[in-house]
């Protein structure tokens, strides 16, 4: 027999284990019963049934509990500084919920002292962390000007390699006369300022922030720069931001509350093609050949704003790729919770709790364009989640519970 990898770790005693890796295990989720999980090196080095396991240098007993693929957050805000706890209330009391809100936090923000944003964005991530997520994209777009844009992202870049220019986000007070200016500005000076710390670019596709030709303009420019591309879309009613994000080719159109069957249509079409990269992880080059354009779904935010929920049932019947995110921002959704944009789907917007797992998992590495992340095959980054519950469907089943007794991200224990 020999010998166990130096540092290598044992997961035994899994009751089921989900794998997202359909060739590995049971079903679209490759689930594996009675399983064990070896990590090497920060890697998925063997997954299987208990009795077959190898050794390891060290073990971890998890009592017949389950383990899931740490959750993908391909979505959240959490540059920020100050509070709109008032303005959720007013909501509540039927006002309804103005992308103006945003002024209030950029205010604010701008205000705030790097280590209070650095302080608030490690808050918040140790917060996902411990409620099982292992990776988080963070967008900027609290700054709207140059330095403070710049200022974001590099504060951004200290908590995630998943950063994202939202220079785009609204137009400030101060160029409320001169939007046109704005816009040279985001795809100039700015967007050279910010791209060096950024993966992505993004921008907020909707009435009362930028239109499609801007948005067009806002997506064209990063590709120039080498940034991938999303987009803010159909959040507040019916618009051109699903057509926009898939023409574009964009990773993924985010919120797709409002849609209509040609929307639904485009993005089935888009979809990323299934399969690639669900054993070993893939090449960059491999993932970005690939392209198409996730439907990246936020409930919470419909949630806290009391917007309808996405149509899910829809674009998951006509063969949409769909992510489940969270949207971490202090207006529209301020929770960092996946465990309840779980509940959330499977409640209100009819996924089946493995639907809405795969998209809080597999689907949010889609969205980023990730193969190493979001499964558990062999050779995926040690990503993990161990769960204080014998299946997964308690994340939905149980809402509001914290579930979450252990999280590995690279191999390494993390909550
Ligand atoms: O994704 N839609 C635009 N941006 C954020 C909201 C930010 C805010 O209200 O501060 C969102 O919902
Ligand atoms: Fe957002």
Avoid at 113 to 136: F, I, M, V
Avoid at 354 to 376: S, V, Y
Wanted: proline share 6%; aromatic share 4%.
């Amino acid at each position: 027999m020999t010998a166990p990898a130096p540092g290598s770790l044992l997961i035994d005693g899994i009751g089921s284990l989900v794998t997202n890796a359909p060739g590995t295990g049971e079903g679209a989720l490759g689930v594996i019963a009675r399983a064990a999980l070896v990590v090497e090196q920060g890697r998925v080095a063997w997954t299987g049934p208990s009795a077959h396991a190898p050794d390891a240098d060290a073990r971890v007993d998890a009592a017949g509990r389950c383990v899931i693929p740490g959750f993908v957050d391909s979505h959240s805000h959490i540059v920020f500084a100050g509070d709109r706890g008032r303005e959720f209330a007013a909501r509540m009391a039927g006002r309804p919920y103005e992308a103006g809100g945003i002024r209030t936090t950029v205010a604010a923000t701008r205000a705030a002292t790097d280590a209070e944003l650095l302080g608030t964005a490690e808050r918040l991530l140790r917060e996902a962390r411990t409620q099982g997520t292992t990776t988080l994209e963070v967008k900027s777009g609290y700054g709207l000007s140059t330095a403070e844009e710049e200022r974001c992202l590099r504060v951004a870049a200290r908590v995630t390699d998943e950063t994202t220019f939202l220079g785009a986000h609204v137009v400030p007070a101060e160029y409320a006369d001169d939007p046109a200016g704005y816009l040279d500005l985001v795809t100039g000076p700015m967007l050279e300022a910010c791209a060096p710390h950024s993966r992505w670019i993004d921008v907020f596709c909707e009435r009362g922030a930028f239109d499609a030709d801007a948005a067009r303009r806002v997506l064209a420019a990063g590709r120039r720069a080498g940034l991938g591309a999303r987009v803010h879309g159909n959040q507040s009613g019916p618009g051109p931001g699903v057509r926009v994000a898939v023409e574009a080719g964009a990773a993924s159109v985010d919120h797709c509350t409002h849609l209509d069957p040609g929307d639904i249509d485009a993005l089935a079409s888009a979809a990323p093609a299934e399969g690639v990269g669900e054993g070993a992880g893939g090449s960059a080059t491999e993932a970005t050949a690939r392209g198409g354009t996730v439907a990246t779904l936020l409930p919470g935010v419909d949630f806290a704003t009391r917007q309808p929920y996405p149509p899910a049932r829809a674009l998951l019947d006509a063969g949409a790729a769909v992510a489940l995110a969270t949207d971490c921002n202090p207006g529209s959704c301020f929770t960092s919770s996946m465990a309840f944009c779980i509940a959330l789907a499977v409640r209100e917007m009819r996924m089946t709790p493995d639907e809405a797992l795969h998209a809080a998992t597999r689907g949010g590495a889609r969205a980023l364009r990730r193969t190493d992340i979001g499964h558990l095959g062999t050779g995926a980054r040690a990503d993990l989640t161990l769960l204080d519950a014998p299946d997964p469907v308690y994340l939905a089943y149980r809402p509001g519970v914290p579930l979450v007794a252990a999280v590995w991200k690279d191999g390494e224990l993390v909550a």
